[in-house]
Nanobody
C-alpha cells in the first residue's frame, strides 16, 4: 500500500512561484514502479490534469493551462515528486492532488492524463492565488 501526502500550498500573489511536494510512503511497494501525476480541482470545477512524470523521470507531461509555467520532477531516492509552479495566476487557485499510477498495468502515455488510471491519492494541498 502506498500513501501520498502533498505539501507546499498556500496563499500567494499573482506572479509568485510555489513548489508543491508529494511524499510517498508505505510498505510492500516500490516507488520506482509508479508514475506520479498532479491534478487540481478548483471551486465548482472538475478535477483537471496539471502534470505527470513517469517512473524513471525520463518522461514528463503537462496540461495546456500550465505548459511553460510548471516543472515536475522526482527524487526517487527520497520518494518525492515536486511541482514547481511559476507566474501563478488567479485561475491556478485550486486544491492540488498528487496521484500514483501503476505503470506496469498500462501502455501508452495517454494514461497519465486521466485520473481514473491513478490508484492512490493524497489529501490535497490548497493553493490560492490572490490578485
Amino acid at each position: 500500500q502506498v500513501y501520498l501526502a502533498e505539501s507546499g500550498g498556500g496563499l500567494v500573489q499573482v506572479g509568485d512561484s510555489l513548489r508543491l511536494s508529494c511524499a510517498a510512503s508505505g510498505s510492500g511497494w516500490r516507488f520506482g514502479r509508479y508514475g506520479v501525476g498532479w491534478f487540481r480541482q478548483g471551486p465548482g470545477k472538475d478535477r483537471e490534469f496539471v502534470a505527470a512524470i513517469n517512473y524513471s523521470g525520463g518522461d514528463t507531461f503537462y496540461g495546456d493551462s500550465v505548459t511553460g509555467r510548471a516543472t515536475i520532477s522526482r527524487d526517487s531516492a527520497k520518494n518525492m515528486v515536486y511541482l514547481q509552479m511559476n507566474s501563478l495566476k488567479p485561475e491556478d487557485t485550486a486544491v492540488y492532488y498528487c496521484g500514483a499510477l501503476p505503470e506496469g498495468l498500462y501502455s501508452g502515455s495517454y494514461v497519465f492524463f486521466d485520473n481514473k488510471f491513478y490508484d492512490t491519492w493524497g489529501q490535497g494541498t490548497q493553493v490560492t492565488v490572490s490578485s
